[in-house]
């Protein structure tokens, strides 16, 4: 069963961090370029991170410069390394794989699975 699940979310202060990850199960990472979404309280769901199977990489410019992919493309696990978290970061994290090398991602419409997503909140 082809499945992908995140993990490390979780309720952090203005300018900490968190690590989150995407696991895969039932097929490997190593061709598939991976993305983190994200979807904030009453927004549509907005593309932050990709990475591509030759680990070239792309950043939303609300992210960029705080959040990166840590440890590179792994085959079964995939870190989003996420510094400097503001409260307007507060949202459901997805990550999604799309096959091959980046076509669409960040675009939602051409990924292939999606986890269920974690739930970030960054608050005082």
């Known amino acids: 069963q082809v499945q992908l699940v995140e993990s490390g979310g979780g309720l952090v202060q203005p300018g900490g961090s968190l690590r989150l990850a995407c696991v895969a199960s039932?097929?490997?990472?190593?061709?598939?370029?991976i993305g983190w979404f994200r979807q904030a309280p009453g927004k549509e769901r907005e593309g932050l991170a990709c990475i591509s199977t030759d680990g070239s990489t792309y950043f939303a410019d609300s992210v960029k410069g705080r959040f990166a992919f840590s440890g590179g493309h792994a085959e079964h696990t995939v870190y989003l390394q996420m510094d400097n978290l503001k409260p307007e970061d507060t949202g459901v994290y997805y990550c999604?794989?799309?096959?091959?090398?980046?076509?669409?991602?960040?675009?939602?419409?051409?990924?292939?699975?999606w986890g269920k997503g974690t739930l970030v909140t960054v608050s005082s």
């Open positions: 039932g097929f490997t990472l190593d061709d598939y370029t």
């Open positions: 999604a794989a799309e096959s091959g090398s980046i076509r669409t991602c960040p675009e939602r419409g051409g990924m292939d699975y």
